[in-house]
């Protein structure tokens, strides 16, 4: 190898001899990871290192409509409902949009309705063509409540306790808060799809809540998620975005929310838990129709999204291409080492503030396999037809 196609580093560990362009895809390994390094940082460390208290309890306390979309789904209203009524708040009711549900559905909600005060059935038997069916039910959710609050999850979740509605509306102590954020877990089970679901998770929280609490709010997720009645019409409801079949949560926040406005709560008694996804199929497809939404958001968003996402796993990739060249393993080595570091500390700040219970020196290799995962299924969702809310 001549001199003029060499470059000589010197680093702590030896003096490696390397080609010009081996040298420039480390460049590049080097540059992603500094990039998403900064977001980790920026965003992922706004998480407090304990719970942060709640606002001071007012005397007066706002009633507040819980609102449930749903679809033929009797065992998991069987252990909802039970939740909702033993929840420790003065005055709430509890909106069920049932959405061309069959006749045991229906006959179920029937009875509670009839059995418990608070609980209101709402029926769809049929959603107006070129709408969104879970924005046309919640849309008539939201016209039946009768209280100023919204507090919205799924059929498929449970609340962490019987503080959830207080602790989420607990923010609207204050006058400007119109949003409040929760975080929708979901259940731990001993399986690896498991596992990387509830890393794809804590990931998504980290961004959304992260980059709100850095006032740069951007979505919300409607296993958890909480807004004013007035901000929805003054805001022409799901307006411009009734159309698209998916979205009906970050969308709606994507387009109301700013820094003035929005309260993130990371109470852990405010957590929902969630019945997660139990095939590759179903999980792949449930984050194609999360992604194929990304496009509405604001420019700006999308944007910070794209550097963070993109610099994570074009980082991962190109640091695999260096350890497959040969005079490259060493320096390669060095890079890894790198990304494990300035990865653990952010990472196992957000996984304790979300009670998530995954091996702290095991987070930066998820994060690499989910890296990869994702930026195939992104790329997939790009090029494939949305899917309906079913």
């Not at 039946?144 to 509605?165: M, Q, R, V, Y």
């Not at 679901?197 to 980290?206: H, V």
């Not at 304790?352 to 299924?377: C, R």
Request: glycine residues 6%.
């Amino acid at each position: 190898m001549s001199q003029s196609s060499s470059v000589f580093l010197l680093i702590d560990f030896g003096i490696f001899t390397i080609s010009e362009s081996t040298f420039l895809l480390a460049l590049l390994v080097y540059a992603s990871s500094m990039i998403d390094i900064y977001f980790y940082h920026a965003y992922f460390l706004k998480f407090p290192k304990v719970p942060p208290k709640n606002p001071e309890k007012t005397e007066q306390k706002e009633p507040v409509s819980v609102i449930v979309c749903l679809r033929n789904e009797v065992e998991n209203l069987s252990l909802l409902i039970p939740a909702l009524l033993d929840q420790d708040y003065p005055e709430f009711e509890i909106i069920m949009v049932a959405d061309r549900s069959d006749a045991s559905t229906l006959s179920f909600l029937q009875q509670q309705k009839d059995r418990f005060g608070k609980i209101k059935v709402l029926e769809i038997k049929e959603t107006p063509d070129g709408l969104s069916p879970k924005k046309y039910a919640l849309g008539l959710g939201i016209q039946e409540a009768k209280h100023s609050i919204l507090l919205f999850t799924d059929a498929d979740c449970l609340p962490a306790g019987n503080k959830w509605i207080s602790t989420m509306a607990s923010f609207y102590a204050s006058p400007k808060i119109e949003v409040v954020l929760g975080y929708g877990a979901y259940r731990q089970q001993p399986e690896y799809l498991n596992l990387l679901i509830r890393f794809d998770t804590l990931f998504t929280a980290a961004q959304y809540l992260g980059m709100a609490l850095a006032g740069k709010p951007y979505m919300g997720v409607g296993r958890n998620l909480s807004y004013r009645k007035a901000l929805f019409e003054q805001n022409g409801g799901f307006g411009p975005h009734l159309n698209v079949l998916a979205g009906d949560d970050d969308l709606f926040v994507n387009r109301v929310a700013n820094p003035g406005n929005v309260a993130v709560c990371l109470d852990p008694e405010s957590f929902t838990i969630s019945i997660p996804k139990e095939n590759w199929s179903d999980w792949v497809s449930q984050k194609s129709r999360h992604f194929s939404v990304s496009s509405f958001y604001k420019q700006s968003d999308q944007l910070r999204l794209l550097y963070l996402n993109a610099s994570r796993s074009i980082g991962w990739i190109l640091l695999l291409v260096l350890f497959l060249i040969p005079e490259g393993f060493g320096l390669a080595s060095f890079l890894l080492v790198h990304r494990f570091m300035f990865r653990i500390r952010p990472l196992n700040r957000v996984s304790k503030a979300l009670k998530e219970d995954i091996w702290v020196l095991a987070l930066p290799l998820i994060d690499f396999v989910h890296s990869i995962v994702v930026f195939a299924i992104a790329i997939q969702a790009r090029f494939s037809e949305r899917k309906t809310w079913m």
